[in-house]
């Protein structure tokens, strides 16, 4: 038997005049509007959208090599801008990108790491020629221990290019004498190049960082900011007069207001 309840709609959702007079009389809903697709929107390209100063601060040493790259094509100002709409020159991004690069070597290093007696060799004896060595052996049960360790941090984070390692004394030299503790053992080129037996040379228990960047670097150029030339132990000299000069200050205003 035919279906007389069979309403023939087309592609645009249209009626007979039947299904029409139908939905007069209440007995079918009112009639849907027509589907339409929303207008087609392409999805903007991550890649082309203009670049800002901190987008480009935030790029790690092989993104910016790509980025070099990029300098010497014609669309690198159309899709490079920032602040607003002004388009940064070529000029000034090579300059801000050698800037990063040579940031990024610079922190080589940059703290104390932790080392076993099994890492020794890899980390010490075999790092690079141009690398300097400083080998913190220490105990934790040792209050010295965590003096030094304070000051030799504080040198790790500006002396990017020295590597700082520490390890427990007796890891490194079994049955090592915890009255020699702590120890600094400076290395280069494979080779023990200072040694330095508890605090007496760095200052004692006053030691500072100045005081122990003066006694490492007193024969080597130990401590290596990544900048070159002698300006770090004329920097760290200045310093170290001036925390002086800083605590003599100190100590005539405390004696004045007794």
């Not at 159309?78 to 090579?94: L, T």
């Not at 990108?97 to 890899?122: C, H, M, N, W, Y």
């Not at 280069?188 to 960047?213: D, I, M, R």
Request: charged share 30%; with cysteine; proline share 7%.
């Amino acid at each position: 038997m035919a279906d007389y309840h069979f309403v023939y709609k087309d592609v645009e959702g249209a009626t007979t005049q039947w299904d029409d007079i139908q939905r007069k009389l209440g007995n079918l809903p009112e009639k849907p509007p027509p589907f339409k697709p929303p207008p087609f929107a392409p999805r903007a390209d991550a890649d082309e959208q203009p670049r800002s100063k901190e987008w480009l601060d935030a790029r790690d040493p092989d993104e910016l090599e790509e980025l070099e790259d990029d300098l010497d094509d014609d669309r690198f100002l159309e899709q490079y801008r920032m602040g607003g709409n002004r388009v940064i020159s070529i000029e000034i991004w090579r300059m801000r990108l050698a800037e990063l690069k040579e940031a990024a070597k610079t922190a080589r290093f940059g703290t104390v790491q932790p080392i076993t007696g099994s890492d020794f060799v890899r980390e010490v004896s075999q790092a690079p020629p141009d690398v300097w060595v400083v080998v913190f052996l220490y105990k934790d049960a040792i209050p010295e221990c965590g003096l030094l360790e304070t000051c030799l941090e504080e040198l790790a984070t500006k002396y990017a290019e020295t590597k700082f390692v520490k390890i427990i004394s007796t890891d490194c030299i079994p049955n090592y004498p915890d009255r020699n503790v702590p120890t600094i053992l400076v290395y280069n080129n494979s080779a023990v190049k200072g040694t330095y037996v508890g605090l007496q040379k760095f200052g004692g228990k006053k030691c500072t960082p100045e005081s122990v960047a003066l006694a490492l670097c007193d024969s080597d150029p130990v401590l290596n900011d990544g900048q070159g030339g002698n300006n770090v132990m004329e920097g760290v000299r200045r310093k170290f007069i001036e925390k002086v000069v800083s605590q003599l200050e100190t100590r005539e205003d405390e004696d004045d207001s007794d």
